[in-house]
């Protein structure tokens, strides 16, 4: 786990030098694997920023962190297991839906392990979408996976 921890702090450093300032963060979450099987647990975060960047120089600027940080993306529709994830949840509470960048994430309500870090600092956020807070969509959330705050690094 050192490994992906430093992934973090160098992903964090980037964002924040590229990005914008970090106004706010969740704790890191330690979850089982979300689509598909694996034998690795994985970490989770949810940060908030301050920026004046378009959306999609955002989510161009977060796929540019991610391969400097060693990910390669695949082509194929099925997750694999991979060092570093950054994705945009939420742009305050703007809809998007273009081909490069979907925004509330769609698959959000989904996930737990995404859900619980949400509910740490964000709960009465409302979906703009769906029109439930993070709170409600944790309690009907058909993920039943493994979430677990990770008190010590």
Not at 34 to 46: C, R, T, Y
Not at 53 to 59: D, H, N, R, S, V
Not at 63 to 92: H, K, M, P, V
Request: charged share 25%.
């Amino acid at each position: 786990m050192p490994e992906t921890l430093d992934l973090f702090n160098q992903a964090e450093a980037k964002i924040s030098s590229f990005l914008g300032k970090i106004i706010k963060k969740s704790f890191l979450y330690k979850s089982t694997a979300w689509g598909f099987d694996s034998d690795n647990n994985f970490l989770n975060q949810v940060i908030e920023i301050e920026t004046y960047i378009k959306p999609l120089e955002q989510i161009s600027i977060l796929l540019r962190i991610e391969n400097e940080l060693g990910r390669q993306r695949n082509n194929d529709a099925c997750y694999i297991s991979r060092g570093i994830d950054l994705d945009i949840l939420f742009i305050d509470d703007l809809i998007i839906k273009m081909p490069s960048l979907t925004v509330p994430h769609q698959r959000l309500h989904l996930r737990r392990f995404a859900l619980v870090p949400l509910n740490e600092k964000w709960k009465d956020k409302i979906h703009p979408i769906l029109k439930k807070t993070m709170n409600e969509l944790l309690q009907i959330c058909p993920d039943k996976g493994s979430v677990t705050q990770l008190l010590t690094v």
